[in-house]
């Protein structure tokens, strides 16, 4: 049936001639039909559902696809008239790391490349006579966001800024020097060109953050964007400041941030950064030292602008939330760790939720806190021993992995709530047996928030040394594929003393929504059933779409997966299948920027190999090389989707 031809359906027709995601608003939507010609008038059409195909894992029948990002699976997009929009999905990488990528000044700057306290560059000298600025082979977490009144000259299009962090360089270019945790983090903007006619971004500017006045970044693993459109960065694992001295990888990170091994202080790390990109594609860095000092993941800022659910990726981690005292600004706020209740399961199918009840840690503000760090050291809070004292005035702990036993000294319970974060939240009787608890994010409608166990083993199974008896987080056998737990966001809560929390927004209880399967290895290697996630990671929720993301560090997968799971329709797709070796980062679901829907998608340190390649890696390691710089670089980018068909659902 032919239509007459409005300029809204001329639009519709140039989104649909594109390569990103279709616009997923309902005006977009009630074009589609008459941009593609088929069906009835579609004027009243508007957007319902979307939901993915899943693609099949790659095998050593088809190398070259294990060897690099392979997407093979495709978004329908459902219309309220019945028809059916299909997208054929692929990846989009703006910049391998070690390429020479614009400075938006008409020269160029390493992508990923690694810079000291001063911004000058670090270099690698592993290999004599090919002395080169070290970059990172693992990009992580990434928001995609806009700016009002850019100023950034020479686009075609609008600008949409990428702000995307680099968690570490996983070996020197000698192959032998392990060098994680060894650089300073850097992080970066892109300025990237966003064509009105496509959808499509494109990579003219990259501008490297100056990161010195926040004495450099730490391991930054996922992050995700403020309700105010901001970066939420992190630092995992926060050095252990009572045994520093014999911290060699942290001396190794002052050395190369300072220029001397004992420069750098433990407290100024293991927290949470917050960048705001500037209308010329430059930014600024601070980090926000009132919201734990505990090893931060991906957060999760509630629609309230102010309560953040936070990741705490560790052994003997734990729900913390943060509660700010205003909105937008994270900058001073109160702090809670969780008390797991009765019930708490890994299995799906559990009726039943364990509650949530929370501790209060304390109130204080960044600049506060920060004070403390630059002027205390780690006896002067608490005296910490890891054999029994045989004296009462010390309390017994289970805090990363290791059993000790405390003592706060006085008047430093603040100094130990936000600067020992893990040790006093077990003091305080905070449930911490959680193992790799990585992302968090939130489905508003639904007032549910999910996060992701990577792992489930050690402190969470009764009967190991790491595992604290009563803290509600046992269970009988380890899951090392992991499982992604939900949930409900509820108000009117009051911590454990009986003081009103001011959030809408708290966690109440916890229940498994999705697990992974641990298999005996099969015939390519995998550990973990390869139709199922395994060892989640990154997290990010889609409200239009209603589907959670799942992007897998899993070293039970061969090749680590991206999945898509329909909460309404249960239904699990996989998306996307990572480079062999290496691991799904930096995940960020965009609903809507200038009409168009984006999903970001990273990976890290491809072909780095574990046991379970041992039957794929003789194979794969020279793809893999000729792919990614002999192995030293990654890709950051999207994923795309191309018009390919319109199904009419109905006769």
Same mark, same amino acid.
């Given at each position: ?85 299909? !997208?054929?999905?692929? !990846?989009?990488? $703006? ?18 490349? !690694?810079?000291?306290? /001063? ?37 075609? =299009? ?40 496509? =959808? ?7 501008? /490297? ?50 220029? *001397? ?16 990109? /500037? ?110 004292? =045989? ?117 109440? *209880? ?27 990671? /990154? ?21 680590? $997966?991206?999945?898509? !799971? ?36 990273? $990976? ?48």
């Amino acid at each position: 049936m032919s239509h007459t031809t409005t300029p809204t359906r001329r639009k519709a027709l140039q989104f649909l001639a594109g390569v990103p995601l279709l616009p997923l608003g309902a005006s977009a939507s009630a074009s589609l039909l008459a941009a593609c010609g088929g069906g009835s008038d579609s004027s009243s059409a508007s957007f319902v559902s979307a939901s993915f195909t899943s693609m099949a894992a790659p095998t050593l029948a088809n190398a070259a696809a294990m060897a690099t990002t392979t997407v093979g699976s495709t978004l329908n997009i459902k219309l309220s008239d019945d028809t059916v929009q299909s !997208y054929s999905l692929a !990846y989009q990488p $703006f910049f391998i790391t070690g390429d020479m990528v614009s400075d938006g000044k008409g020269g160029k700057v390493l992508a990923g490349g !690694y810079y000291d306290i /001063n911004n000058k560059p670090i270099i690698d000298s592993t290999v004599a006579g090919s002395e080169r600025q070290y970059f990172s082979d693992s990009p992580d977490g990434t928001s995609l966001l806009t700016v009002a009144n850019p100023t950034v000259t020479g686009l075609k =299009g609008k600008a949409v800024f990428a702000v995307v962090q680099f968690e570490y360089t996983t070996w020197a270019q000698d192959g032998k020097t392990d060098m994680y945790g060894k650089l300073p983090s850097p992080i970066a903007v892109l300025t990237l060109d966003q064509d009105q006619a496509t =959808g499509k971004l494109s990579l003219v500017k990259y501008h /490297n953050v100056d990161t010195s006045k926040v004495h450099g970044l730490w391991i930054t693993c996922g992050a995700s964007l403020s309700p105010w459109g901001t970066h939420l960065s992190s630092e995992e694992y926060e050095p252990d400041a009572f045994s520093i001295a014999s911290n060699t990888m942290f001396q190794t990170y002052s050395k190369n941030l300072f220029g *001397d091994a004992t420069k750098a202080n433990p407290y100024h790390y293991g927290h949470m950064p917050e960048v705001t990109v /500037n209308p010329d594609g430059t930014a600024t860095i601070k980090k926000h030292f009132c919201m734990g000092r505990i090893s931060h993941e991906l957060v999760q800022v509630m629609p309230d602008n102010r309560t953040t659910l936070m990741g705490d990726d560790a052994t003997n981690s734990a729900y913390f939330v943060f509660v700010a005292d205003k909105e937008k600004d994270l900058s001073s706020g109160t702090l809670y760790a969780a008390k797991v209740g009765a019930g708490f399961s890994i299995d799906p199918k559990a009726t039943t939720a364990a509650p949530l009840t929370w501790i209060k840690l304390g109130s204080a503000t960044s600049a506060e806190i920060e004070q403390l760090a630059n002027t205390l050291k780690p006896t002067d809070i608490m005296s910490v021993v890891s054999k029994d004292p =045989g004296d009462a005035t010390f309390t017994k702990i289970v805090a990363n992995g290791k059993t000790e036993w405390i003592k706060i000294n006085p008047g430093m319970e603040k100094a130990a709530a936000f600067l020992e974060t893990h040790r006093y939240a077990a003091y305080k009787g905070a449930s911490l047996g959680f193992t790799k608890m990585e992302g968090t994010t939130v489905n508003i409608k639904d007032k549910v928030a999910y996060s992701a166990l990577q792992n489930v083993q050690s402190s969470m199974v009764a009967g190991n040394a790491a595992n604290v008896p009563g803290n509600g987080i046992s269970v009988p056998k380890q899951l090392v594929a992991g499982a992604v737990m939900a949930l409900n966001l509820k108000g009117g809560q009051k911590d454990t003393a009986g003081a009103a929390i001011n959030s809408e927004w708290m966690p109440v *209880d916890t229940k498994a929504l999705l697990a992974g399967e641990d298999i005996a290895a099969d015939a390519l290697g995998n550990t973990a059933n390869p139709n199922n996630i395994a060892n989640p990671d /990154n997290l990010k929720f889609s409200e239009k779409m209603r589907t959670l993301f799942i992007g897998e560090d899993s070293s039970q997968h061969v090749n680590n $997966f991206l999945w898509a !799971y329909n909460i309404d329709t249960k239904q699990l797709s996989r998306v996307m299948s990572i480079p062999a070796g290496g691991e799904s980062t930096g995940l960020h679901a965009v609903d809507e920027i200038n009409g168009w829907t984006y999903i970001m998608s990273n $990976f890290q340190h491809p072909g780095d190999w574990g046991g379970i390649h041992n039957v794929v890696k003789d194979t794969l390691d020279p793809l893999i090389k000729a792919n990614y710089k002999n192995k030293a670089g990654a890709a950051v980018g999207y994923l795309t989707g191309t018009p390919t068909q319109m199904k009419l659902a109905k006769a």
